[in-house]
């Protein structure tokens, strides 16, 4: 009796929707990266939906040279406790306009294809799904992030005549 097995296809990156990924996590950053307040090297803003508070974001930059920038993303305080606070270390690519998460958590490096069961249970495609969850997590940020008050550029009062 001859028992037929089926070896497992190797998991084989789709380079183009990674690409596309990290393309449009670059253009998320840039536009979230206008809340800075005067181009500090943290930046703090706060997640609020209409009277709802829902957290803090704090965005740093941990390293500049000419042509990228090492940024650390976390979430250091949340309304609830549903959510684990994301950390992920992001490279930012300026010539290649390109965004890319280099680590996660405690991950200090996220293989592009992991072999599927390993020590640490990776998906085989972690890499793309942890891209992915940045530019959901960037999206929500850009949906419901605002300056604290004590950046605003003008007080509620100024400028009124």
């Known amino acids: ?21 990290c393309d449009s996590n670059y ?5 979230l990266r206008k809340l800075e307040a005067q181009g500090q090297p943290v930046c ?7 009277d709802q508070y829902l957290g803090r ?9 000419k042509f990228t920038e090492t940024l650390l993303l976390e979430q250091v305080h949340n309304s609830g406790r549903w959510l684990n606070n994301p950390q992920l270390t992001v ?18 490096h996220i293989a592009p294809v992991n072999d599927y069961p390993n020590r640490y249970m990776h998906h085989p ?4 799904q942890v891209n992915s969850f940045l530019a959901d997590w960037l999206d929500y940020c850009l ?5 604290p008050m004590e950046h605003a550029a003008w007080s ?6």
């Open 1 to 21: 009796m001859t028992e037929w097995v089926m070896k497992r296809r190797r998991y084989v990156p789709d380079l183009r929707r990674f690409g596309a990924l």
């Open 27 to 31: 253009m998320r950053l840039h536009r």
């Open 44 to 50: 703090d803003f706060e997640l609020h939906r209409e």
């Open 57 to 65: 974001v704090r965005i740093e930059v941990l390293q500049t040279t």
């Open 91 to 108: 490279r930012v690519y300026h010539d290649a306009n390109m965004a890319e998460v280099i680590s996660c958590y405690r991950d200090r």
């Open 125 to 128: 495609d972690e890499k793309v």
């Open 143 to 147: 949906r419901f992030g605002h300056l």
């Open 156 to 161: 509620a009062g100024e400028g009124v005549d």
